[in-house]
């Protein structure tokens, strides 16, 4: 099998006109060039109607797909139009190796997904890729628009609604996701600009176009913010609002710790050194005073 044969196999163009018609290597540049294009007379489906259609003309195009070991690579060919008549009009024809209105293949777009989906910030990705972050925000709002249509929201009953600084200032994001159940990880449901009351009225309103009712959400967690409870309140007065258990420990160490800070005044010696031993829990053998110690502090305040 020569390389032609190996790259059109790669690229997945059995069963339609295109071929591998050069293979060009650069080894100054470091880069891979491969042309594709198809023999005259070919006939394309038309992308609305179906229909196999002549070639009304032709662009040049170019994607980048994954490196070929360590070299860039890059595909290249006339990409043609067909004319489908008057009703399907003159429409630009999908290729098997790239999405529509997309400069990398399909194989180039995965590995984006991979590496942003590892936990990967979209700068850390275009790195490793070498490419620009500003390319790859291009292509990464695509597919989450896409996955957000294809989630299934039917099971949700317990969402999760927190906010989270996006950059310096002021700046939030509500972000309303599904905790963890049993063997299914979480997921984030839907993120909103701003941390306001509205992104609760936002999300019920995404929820009720996918044709769900928001009655089936019967629990809700929350941290304390006055415009979160506020939307909930508004817009799923029906659920359960739930603290989350953060801000709920958070509570009762303040509280914990103003007693502490009471009570020293009165026992100085007894409580000497205690706070952090208190902030410990009793689990991991921390008990901050013996039960002697604490006897004398019970025994003199009584008396």
């Known amino acids: ?22 293979v060009r290597f650069d080894a100054e540049l470091r880069r891979l060039d491969i042309d594709l ?14 229909a196999d259609c002549p070639v009304y003309d032709a662009e040049q195009r170019s994607w980048r797909p994954l490196y070929f070991f360590q070299y860039e690579c890059y595909l290249n060919a006339h990409v043609p139009r067909v004319d489908g008549g008057p009703e399907a009009g003159i429409r630009r024809v999908a290729v098997p190796w790239a999405r529509a209105h997309s400069g990398f293949s399909l194989m180039m777009e995965s590995m984006m997904r991979v590496l942003v989906r590892s936990g990967m910030t979209v700068a850390e990705a275009a790195r490793t890729l070498g490419e620009y972050p500003q ?3 291009s292509v990464i709002p695509h597919h989450v628009a896409k996955a957000r249509r294809a ?4 099971s949700v009953q317990l969402i999760s609604v927190d906010e989270v600084c996006r950059k310096r200032g002021q700046n939030y994001l509500t972000i309303v996701s599904e905790p963890k159940s049993g063997n299914r990880p979480s997921r984030v449901l839907l993120v909103i600009e701003g ?28 941290d ?11 817009q799923f007065g029906h659920a359960v609002l739930v603290f989350d258990y953060f801000h709920v420990v958070q509570l009762a160490t303040r509280a914990l710790d103003e007693v502490r800070r009471r009570e020293r005044r009165d026992f100085p010696q007894e409580l000497l050194g205690a706070r952090w031993a208190l902030f410990k829990p009793q689990s991991e053998g921390n008990v901050f005073m013996d039960e002697s110690r604490a006897w004398r502090i019970n025994e003199e305040r009584v008396s």
Request: charged share 25%.
């Open 224 to 234: 304390r913010s006055p415009a979160f409870i506020q939307g909930i309140s508004e």
């Open 1 to 22: 099998m020569d390389s032609d044969a190996v790259f059109a196999l790669a690229l997945g163009l059995q069963g339609t006109p295109w071929r591998v018609v050069d």
């Open 135 to 137: 390319r790859l925000w």
């Open 151 to 154: 989630m299934n929201l039917e």
């Open 37 to 50: 294009d198809f023999p005259p007379g070919s006939r394309f489906p038309h992308p609305e109607s179906g």
């Open 195 to 222: 941390r306001d009351s509205r992104s609760l009225k936002e999300f019920r309103d995404h929820f009720e176009r996918m044709g769900l009712s928001a009655e089936q959400i019967r629990t809700i967690c929350s």
